[in-house]
């Protein structure tokens, strides 16, 4: 055998890729070259010994940096595919002159790799349909983990048009994670911004069925002095007809300086939900 | 299926779904932030390396052809964004001259004993960063970036056989600096 050859089996050897077969090949040469063998014991250390080195957790600077960026080249990319709309158009114009030859083709194309699929799929290699149905949802848990990071980036950023870009990001999930829910509700309660908190309760909205979330908006209530997001909460509450909000929206009332316009609403949608 | 695989999740941010690009940060961005922080033993600096592989990625999209293997694709990206900054900035292995003057070793028995953990880990930074560049690198691509000899065959731009050769030989260089240091 020559070196380089010994070279190779002992990376694969050490890497843990290394086939029966060719195992027993590299075991029967180590027991006839005892020197080799010693070479791999030293060689063995060695790697052994990098397992020491660690590398640091990384920063949430470092995932913020990444959806910022995210969020701005799709930004970008969504403005210059409206810019280059006429074009599509002229596009889509001719796409329909061709459309009845192209459906044509697809359909054959189509026949064609169906055959071949059943002719070609053999049990080795047939994937069952659990394991499909798996992965597609580990798939979705994936691109819903990205999602809320995008989410929990954005409403942290100082500009309000970023911080409305997470507000309708959250709108996209499907199933609501309590961090998130909790960053809505820190910007319905803190954001400088009156559209954002509107944003934020139109948000929420759409996971109601969560009781932090109901339980959330129903503490927010004292906390807003902007009418338009008074009248919104009341107006969300009586559809909701949540009882809870009552003692709430009457402590709102005693306050001096509540709009007329937003008292006479709440004193309706109070009357409403008893 | 198809659409979980990383050649699947590019070819669709190729294509214009760039929220795609956010599955393949999560999956990769620890052994990209691992590889350069091997590489520079800087965290800060390897943060944003790895930032500026993303923003590279997006920019080059457009030659990602899905042929080899997307890990094979990025880390060749990668090496292009270190080269790129330590030309601009600076010698890759300015960092291990400055830790060979501040160094100061405690005894320790021999490489094999089990010696203080913490000098061992220092003295393996220590020879690992006096190695070349090329030599460092392919160590940290198959021992801990944990990708196949044949993605980092493709990465270098040799075979499989020939990768497993020079790593074999940097593990070596490896433990020769790493006795000589210790005399």
Redesign the interface.
């Known amino acids: 055998m020559d070196i380089e050859k010994f070279e190779e089996w002992s990376m694969d050897y050490l890497s843990g890729n290394m086939d029966i077969e060719t195992r027993k090949l590299f075991d029967r040469f180590l027991k006839d070259h005892p020197e080799y063998q010693d070479k791999l014991k030293e060689f063995d250390n060695t790697w052994g010994v990098l397992n020491e080195l660690e590398a640091p957790e990384t920063s949430l600077a470092m995932d913020d940096a990444f959806y910022e960026m995210l969020s701005d080249t799709i930004k970008k990319e969504q403005v210059n595919t409206a810019k280059s709309g006429w074009f599509e158009n002229l596009i889509s114009q001719f796409m329909a002159l061709i459309k009845p030859q192209m459906a044509y083709g697809m359909l054959l194309l189509l026949a064609g790799v169906g055959l071949g699929y059943f002719f070609n799929s053999t049990d080795s290699n047939t994937t069952t349909v659990a394991e499909i149905n798996t992965n597609v949802e580990n798939s979705a848990d994936e691109a819903s983990l990205v999602r809320e990071k995008l989410v929990l980036t954005l409403l942290e950023q100082p500009s309000a048009k970023k911080r409305l870009e997470g507000v309708n990001e959250a709108n996209k999930l499907k199933n609501v994670e309590e961090k998130v829910i909790q960053a809505l509700l820190k910007t319905l309660n803190n954001d400088a911004n009156v559209n954002v908190r509107l944003a934020a309760i139109a948000s929420l909205t759409q996971f109601v069925e969560h009781p932090q979330v109901r339980e959330g908006l129903v503490k927010s209530i004292t906390q807003q002095e902007s009418p338009i997001v008074q009248i919104t909460l009341a107006n969300l509450m009586e559809i909701l007809q949540e009882k809870k909000s009552v003692e709430p929206f009457k402590e709102l009332l005693k306050t001096q300086k509540l709009d007329t316009t937003v008292k006479q609403k709440i004193e309706h949608s109070i009357k409403a939900i008893i | ?1 198809q ?2 695989t990383d050649n699947a999740l590019m070819l669709q941010v190729k294509s ?1 779904q ?2 795609k ?3 393949l ?2 999956r990769y ?2 052994q990209l ?2 590889f350069f ?2 590489m520079n033993s800087n ?1 800060a600096l ?2 944003d390396l ?2 500026n592989v ?2 590279r990625i ?1 920019k080059y999209r457009h030659t990602f052809t899905g042929d080899g293997s997307f890990a094979a694709w990025l880390f060749r990206m990668a090496r292009n964004v270190s080269y790129d900054h330590f030309r601009k900035h600076g010698s890759l292995n300015k960092r291990a001259d400055l830790d060979e003057i501040n160094y100061k070793l405690s005894d320790s028995e021999s ?2 004993s089990e010696g203080d ?1 913490q000098d ?2 220092k003295q ?2 220590w020879a ?1 960063n006096k190695l070349s560049p090329e030599k460092k690198e392919i ?1 940290i691509l ?3 970036r944990e990708l ?2 044949k993605e980092i065959g493709e990465i270098l731009n040799c075979s499989e ?1 020939a990768a ?2 020079k ?3 940097a ?2 260089d ?2 020769k600096m ?1 006795l000589q240091q210790k005399k």
């Open positions: 299926m659409a979980l214009g760039l929220d690009l956010g599955l940060y999560e961005k620890k932030f691992g922080y091997h965290a390897s943060e790895v930032q993303f923003v997006m490489f094999e953990k061992q880990i393996l930074q690992l160590i198959s021992k801990y196949k000899f056989g497993k050769v790593a074999h030989r593990i070596q490896l433990r790493f």
